[in-house]
Every structure is written in C-alpha cells, then in structure tokens.
C-alpha cells in the first residue's frame, strides 16, 4: 500500500523542473528581440539628423520667398563723368524685385554691367532690408572706329548715347582683335612721345600690321611692322637734338630706316618743290 506523502514527494522535483525549463526559455526569447544599445543610439541620431534637415527645408523655403524681408532702400554710390545717378536709381527700381535672401545678386549684377559706361558692379546687402550698389564706369582712352570706344584694358565698348560721346580722344584703327595689342601700343608710343613734349592721337594698323601715328602738331609717322619701339626711341632722340626747331616744317617721317629716316617736308620748304626727300 503507497503512502501518500511519498507520492507527493515524488510529483515536486517534476513540477519544479518544469517550471525552471519555462523560466529559462522565456529569458531567451525576451532577449534576441530587444534591439543592442548601439542600434537604439544611432535610430536616436538618424531621427535627430532627420528633424535637422526638415527644419533646414522649410527654414529655406521661408526665406526664399518673395515676400520675406523685402528691400526698402537702394543706394547707389561711384565716382559718375558719364552715367547719371537718377537714370540708375530708376533702373534699380525696376529691376530689384525679391526680398533679402531671394534677391538673385548675380543676375542683377549682368543687367547692371551691361548698361552704356558701366564698366564693373559691386553690389551688398545691408541687413535687415538695404542693397547697396557701388558703379564703376568706363574709362575711355582711345575711339576705336566711328561709334565705339576703348578702354585702358583693351575691351571695347559702346558708349551709346551720342550726347554723351566723349570728344577729343586720341584715335586707334586697327584688324578686330587687335584691340588689346594696340592700345597697349598706344600707351608705349604716348609715354615715349610725351617726354619730348610730343602728343600722339591717333595710331593706324593696316591689315599687314604696318603701323602710322599722327601727332598732335600734325606730323606723320611711319613705323612698319618690326622694331617699332627701337625706331621710335631713335626719333625722340634725334628729335630733341637736330628737329625740334624746325618741326612745323615736317609733313611726315619715314622711321624704317636702319640708320636714320626719310623726312617730307611742308610747302613752299625748297626741299618739297624739288621733289625730294631728305633723309636724315
């Protein structure tokens, strides 16, 4: 006959065992699906970034509209010859439309430079609601042709207007695209002539590139093509020396000489009625 507290004895270790199999498998399951630390920082960071970059968006978008801080107050400043503040103010008016940040710099500065006279545009904002707009104009050094102009970098330009066509300038002709080549001549050729009191206004390069100079008094130069610079030093040296004195005489000089130059004289000079030239 069993007695009965033997057979509860026996059913304990079973239930106890059980339950210990059921606890340890619950702690397994529970574990594999919680994310690791390192994976919930970097969702933390990544959402961060996310709220970063909508914010940024909709913070550009507000301030790329029209209608935000909108400019109030154009100024305008340059040391003006030929452009006329007024006349600026007015094209700013129409052309500055957009508010602080939406205003499209660049573009306006294009329109801007390509205005009669207007060389190079400087423009700034000034917070909260100013632009200002600083001008430098074209300086002319020389007429390049009939209607246009050219400045002491080379670049030609149209001034437009004839009424504020400058008057009196020295004139350069010359091939297209020898504009820059030129007037660097040109300043050369003036500097040398200045120093013997002789003023150059105009320089003329045929399409050999043979070129002729006209001065002030009327004299004519030849120069050719080779040795320019050395032929026109020898004239301004020989010309102090012996020719100063009767310069009003002399009608044109050839320099292509190597040792000297051909000079044509004015009438009623002897040396023109003959039909000669002398050379020097």
Known sequence: MTRPGKKQQKRKPHKQAASRRR????????????????????????AFLLLLIVAFLQGYGWMMRPGTLPIRQVSVSGDFNYLQPEVLQK???????????????EQLQGKLEALPWVHRVALRR????????YFKEQVPIAQWGETFLLNRYGEVFEPGSKEVHPTELPQIIGEPGREKALIEDFIR???????????????????RQDQHL??????????????????LAR???IFTQTLSSVSPQIDALDLRYSNGFSVRWHEPDPAEQSGDKDHV
């Open 23 to 46: 606890s340890k498998q619950t702690q397994i399951t529970v574990s594999d699906w919680l994310p690791s630390t390192e994976v919930l920082r970097l969702a933390f960071v990544l």
């Open 235 to 237: 004239f301004a040296r």
């Open 91 to 105: 094209k700013l008016a129409t052309e500055v439309s957009g508010g602080f940040f939406s205003l499209d710099l």
């Open 214 to 231: 006209l001065l002030a008094n009327g004299m004519k130069l030849v120069l050719g093509r080779k040795g320019r610079v050395k032929r």
């Open 126 to 133: 000034d917070w909260p609601d100013r632009l200002h707009v």
């Open 189 to 207: 050729y003036d500097r040398m002539l200045n120093d013997v009191d002789l003023t150059l206004t105009m320089l003329r390069e045929d399409a």
